[in-house]
């Protein structure tokens, strides 16, 4: 099946179409042939897309697993669009919009794997500060860093050191550490907010930072 497109008239050359020339929404939101090839065909522009993400982050384990990896994102994706189909305003192409949930869905996945046999330390460990050539820039950085560990160890809770650490300090992707704390990604971003927020308000009754500062 094609896409319908605008025919020129006489001798005109065709010009390119303004809008979208398949009307996604209306053939997926129906039922039967049509909805069935509108789903091949999206699968198929969310596999594409999927690909190109899985390559350009260099994923190990070869062309096979880039490939499942691949595969398992646009299904993902796929479900993503169609749940979140009611949401779309049209200010873009469909196709536009549909492309980015394959890029996300594609990432996480990635990240996934690249995780999946590496250990998620919970626990803290002491934040180091690396030292440099001028003694008294290195004196304020470790004064700095012990005040830091001293908001973490008393401002914090047990849950919220988990999470500032692993993300801040270990660099652990958030989508994993959610699925490893059996979490949500938006849980995660509330606790690393409400941390954020203590932790300022340690460092600003220390007077390592203004009222003010830090804050975005």
Same mark, same amino acid.
């Given at each position: 099946?094609?896409? &319908?497109?605008?025919?020129?008239? %006489?001798?005109? &050359?065709?010009? =390119? +179409?303004?809008?979208e020339p398949y009307d996604w929404v209306d053939a997926l939101s129906t039922r039967g042939p049509v909805r069935d090839d509108a789903l091949r065909r999206l699968h198929e522009l969310l596999l594409r897309a999927a690909s190109r993400q +899985?390559?350009?982050?260099? !994923?190990?384990? %070869? &062309?096979? /697993? $880039?490939?499942? +990896? =691949?595969?398992?994102?646009?299904?993902?994706?796929?479900v993503a669009v169609l749940g979140k189909l009611g949401t779309f305003e049209g200010r873009s192409r469909f196709t536009t919009w549909a492309y980015k949930f394959a890029v996300l869905q594609a990432s996480v996945e990635v990240r996934r794997r690249?995780?999946?046999?590496? /250990? +998620? &330390? !919970?626990?803290?460990? $002491?934040?180091?500060v690396a030292t440099g050539p001028e003694p008294g820039l290195y004196a304020e950085a470790s004064d700095l860093a012990a005040a830091v560990r001293k908001a973490i160890d008393e401002a914090l809770s047990a849950h919220q050191r988990r999470i500032i650490v692993a993300l801040v300090v270990d660099e652990v992707p958030i989508d994993v550490?959610?699925?490893? !704390? %059996?979490?949500?990604?938006? $849980?995660?971003?509330?606790? !690393?907010?409400?941390a954020r927020v203590r932790l300022r308000a340690a460092l600003v009754a220390g007077g390592y930072l203004a009222a003010g500062e830090g804050k975005r």
């Amino acid at each position: 099946m094609t896409e &319908p497109c605008a025919k020129a008239t %006489g001798s005109a &050359p065709t010009q =390119a +179409v303004a809008t979208e020339p398949y009307d996604w929404v209306d053939a997926l939101s129906t039922r039967g042939p049509v909805r069935d090839d509108a789903l091949r065909r999206l699968h198929e522009l969310l596999l594409r897309a999927a690909s190109r993400q +899985v390559r350009r982050m260099h !994923l190990t384990g %070869g &062309p096979d /697993e $880039a490939d499942h +990896v =691949a595969n398992q994102a646009a299904d993902e994706a796929l479900v993503a669009v169609l749940g979140k189909l009611g949401t779309f305003e049209g200010r873009s192409r469909f196709t536009t919009w549909a492309y980015k949930f394959a890029v996300l869905q594609a990432s996480v996945e990635v990240r996934r794997r690249q995780w999946e046999h590496r /250990e +998620v &330390p !919970l626990e803290r460990d $002491a934040l180091i500060v690396a030292t440099g050539p001028e003694p008294g820039l290195y004196a304020e950085a470790s004064d700095l860093a012990a005040a830091v560990r001293k908001a973490i160890d008393e401002a914090l809770s047990a849950h919220q050191r988990r999470i500032i650490v692993a993300l801040v300090v270990d660099e652990v992707p958030i989508d994993v550490l959610a699925e490893r !704390l %059996g979490s949500t990604r938006g $849980a995660i971003y509330k606790t !690393l907010h409400d941390a954020r927020v203590r932790l300022r308000a340690a460092l600003v009754a220390g007077g390592y930072l203004a009222a003010g500062e830090g804050k975005r």
